[in-house]
């Protein structure tokens, strides 16, 4: 499995090598467990291993969304993700699972994130990185901040979560304020 990036805390993989190796992941687990997915869509609808294949075979056929598997000391910890990738307005959407909760608060997502933002931001030739959170993920709010990205508005009552609507906080950061 080659490693795409790395610092000397985690490295990140193409997540579909990942999978295609067979390399030991609790993926599946994460995406049906009620915390991990509790500010994302993936909790919404039980996740099964045809689920993830197909999610796979979509990954292969496109140009617009890159899926990295993090691992800390050879454990899949997570996946960081670029995605809707726009070619003309050079902007794409950052998302992230991390699924093995004893990772939570050590900082690996801001630090992988980082390395996947020098990648759309200097490979991609990507102009604005973006993302967005419910008000009441303080941990990806967190990130986002640790990101230099600046909140850009509110989605009043965007999502619906554990039975009430909740804001989404929309963040971006464009490429000149990255590599200040």
């Known amino acids: ?16 090598e ?3 190796e067979k390399y030991p992941t609790n993926c599946l687990s994460w995406l049906n467990d009620p915390e991990v997915t509790k500010y994302n869509h993936w909790g919404l609808f039980p996740y099964t291993s045809l689920t993830r294949d197909q999610y ?30 726009n070619y003309i307005y050079r902007s794409a959407e950052f998302a992230v699972v991390i699924g093995e909760k ?12 980082r390395l996947l933002f020098s990648h759309g931001f200097n490979k991609l030739n990507l102009h604005r ?6 008000s009441t993920n ?15 508005g509110t989605f009043r009552d965007g999502v619906y979560l554990e039975g009430k609507y909740v804001d989404v906080n929309v963040y971006g950061i464009l490429k000149d304020e990255w590599n200040e």
């Open 129 to 134: 990185i973006f993302t967005g959170t419910s």
């Open 102 to 113: 004893e990772h939570w608060g050590k900082g690996y997502c801001t630090e992988a994130a």
């Open 56 to 85: 796979i075979q979509e990954l292969k056929k496109s140009n617009k969304t890159i899926v990295w598997a993090c691992l800390v000391d050879g454990v899949h910890i997570g996946n960081f993700t670029l995605q809707s990738i």
């Open 1 to 16: 499995m080659i490693s795409i990036a790395k610092t000397n805390r985690l490295k990140l993989v193409g997540f579909i």
């Open 18 to 20: 990942l999978v295609e």
């Open 138 to 152: 303080e941990g990806m709010n967190r990130v986002a901040w640790k990101l230099g990205m600046t909140q850009e």
